[in-house]
């Protein structure tokens, strides 16, 4: 067999990989990762979390947090007054992808140097919501739903487009985990299982509204500025996303989900977007370099 197709194939597989860390990351160059398997961290790589946050699904899962986050109104208003979201998306999304990162598969120290960074900028996220009532980023309430949202929503993905099979045990597992960085961030008494998750999630429900701030937001991740190219495999991440929020949401936010399509139609698609994103990009940079650092001690 020629060769040309397999080198045909590589410059796609490359193509698409830059074009990914380009938007993701700010650069189309592969990270580099040097692991220290003896530098103190937080999460070792064979936690669950390594093993959610390592996974492709996790934009997915970003895409679904956003959209549950605008349905509290404090939370809201600190990212419709705060937030570069609107001029600098792209950047938010690189910045926010760098905290995920840093503080999962950091060294303790970065992991710590992360989380006080962000502090200091909740610290200036302050203000008064569109309905009078103030608001803090530092409150450890609001900080709960930001966290529960997460937490269940990069589950939620990991378990339906991960690569590999997740573990009820292991979920457990990982809900406990990310709950040490929540301790970190200021929240209280953080879910450490999947059921605990559901509950807190759930106690929200009453603090939850719509308002003319919400549809703008959800307008704006419906159809974010990004170039032809992106368009199509965004297009895709939200339709998993928005299928995948609990009923209660879909029906506040107004994002209809007709029966059968999404098992007919978005979950097929989302499955090949993911499955074509893990060809391109490989494992994740992280796992790869503790994976060559325990092979080679």
């Known amino acids: 067999m020629s060769s040309l197709p397999h080198d045909a194939l ?159 045990a292991r979920a457990d597992q990982y809900v406990a985990e990310i709950g040490e960085i929540g301790t970190a961030m200021g929240v209280d008494s953080p879910p450490e299982t999947r059921s605990e998750l559901r509950a807190r999630l759930l106690a929200y429900r009453s603090e939850l509204a719509v308002s003319p701030d919400t549809r703008d937001t959800i307008r704006f991740l419906a159809f974010p500025p990004l170039n032809l190219a992106a368009r199509t495999s965004y297009g895709v991440l939200f339709a998993a996303a928005a299928s995948m929020l609990p009923g209660f949401a879909r029906q506040m936010l107004m994002i209809p989900v007709p029966p059968l399509t999404e098992p007919v139609a978005i979950r097929p698609a989302a499955t090949v977007l993911m499955r074509t994103l893990n060809w391109a990009l490989g494992d994740h940079p992280a796992v790869a370099a503790a994976r060559a650092a325990q092979t080679s001690a």
Not at 103 to 123: K, L, P, Y
């Open 10 to 168: 590589g410059e796609v597989r490359q193509r698409v990989a830059r074009t990914v860390r380009q938007t993701l990351a700010g650069s189309p160059d592969e990270p580099e990762y040097l692991y220290d398997p003896d530098a103190p961290r937080r999460f070792p790589p064979d936690s669950a979390i390594w093993e959610v946050h390592s996974d492709v699904s996790m934009l997915i899962g970003g895409v679904r947090a956003l959209l549950l986050q605008t349905l509290h109104p404090l939370a809201l208003a600190g990212v419709t007054q705060h937030s570069t979201y609107r001029t600098d998306p792209l950047g938010r999304l690189q910045r926010t992808g760098a905290f995920v990162a840093t503080t999962t598969f950091g060294t303790q120290t970065e992991a710590d140097e992360a989380i006080e960074m962000v502090r200091v900028v909740h610290s200036r996220v302050n203000g008064t919501a569109s309905d009078g009532r103030p608001y803090s980023a530092l409150d450890p309430h609001l900080l709960g739903w930001v966290h529960c949202t997460e937490a269940d929503s990069f589950l939620r993905a990991r378990l339906r487009y991960g690569a590999s099979p997740l573990s009820d």
